[in-house]
């Protein structure tokens, strides 16, 4: 199984602060790698496909990079709707996996 | 508008069976693989199985590998999980996820496995 290991597991930053998590692969995924954003008591939506694609409708202040076993997820400028948990996942190889998930927290 | 409603969660007893069902609709159900992602109490996301588009092909975590079935029925435009000889750490939210992409998601619904 393909292991995601993502950092931090959470972290606290100032609304208007650039928010950075990464995602290490076991092994190379090339690019099938998601980004998902889950706020408390709903379901994951999809940000970030295909690592660096921006999802239709998604805020243009979230992107992602990386290919290969290591990617990293960017918010430029972390806003008071962003607090929620993030998730990268896995779609090269079954099982599909995601990793620990962050929690993103405002100072 | 894309639209995932799981249904058929709740409470069943350690060994039972509980069927979960998903209804999708503004698209073309039959064209797209399925998912099923849970998520256990405070906890992070488990893949549990996957369906192709004609049934074809059927993947299965290894936690619920002779347990779970997934099936669907594209004339109804809805996707099943029967869980059999449930455990308590089976208990979860139990969502249904579109494609390979896992790009639109259900509600979900709560399955909770207690005596």
């Known amino acids: 199984d393909i292991q995601m290991t993502q950092s931090p597991s959470s972290l606290s930053a100032s609304v208007g602060d650039r928010v950075t998590i990464t995602c290490q692969a076991s092994?190379?995924?090339?690019?099938?790698l998601n980004w998902y954003q889950q706020k408390p008591g709903k379901a994951p939506k999809l940000l970030i496909y295909?690592?660096?694609n921006l999802e239709t409708g998604v805020p243009s202040r979230f992107s992602g990079s990386g290919s290969g076993t290591d990617f990293t997820f960017t918010i430029s400028s972390l806003q008071p709707e962003d607090i929620a948990t993030y998730y990268c996942?896995?779609?090269?190889?079954?099982?599909?996996?995601f990793g620990q998930g962050t929690k993103v927290e405002i100072k | 508008e894309v639209q995932l409603v799981e249904s058929g969660g709740g409470l069943v007893k350690p060994g039972g069976s509980l069927r979960l069902s998903c209804a999708a609709s503004?698209?073309?159900?039959?064209?797209?693989?399925m998912n099923w992602v849970r998520q256990a109490p405070g906890k992070g996301l488990e893949w549990v199985s996957s369906?192709?588009?004609?049934?074809?092909?059927?993947y299965y975590a290894d936690s619920v590998k002779g347990r779970f079935t997934i099936s669907r029925d594209n004339a109804k435009n809805s996707l099943y999980l029967q869980m059999n000889s449930l455990r308590a750490e089976d208990t979860a939210v139990y969502y249904c996820?579109?494609?390979?992409?896992?790009?639109?998601w259900g509600q979900g619904t709560l399955v909770t496995v207690s005596s």
């Open positions: 369906i192709s588009s004609s049934s074809s092909y059927i």
């Open positions: 295909d690592a660096s």
């Open positions: 996942q896995q779609y090269d190889n079954l099982p599909r996996t």
């Open positions: 092994q190379d995924i090339s690019n099938y």
């Open positions: 503004g698209f073309t159900f039959s064209s797209y693989s």
């Open positions: 996820a579109r494609e390979a992409q896992f790009d639109y």
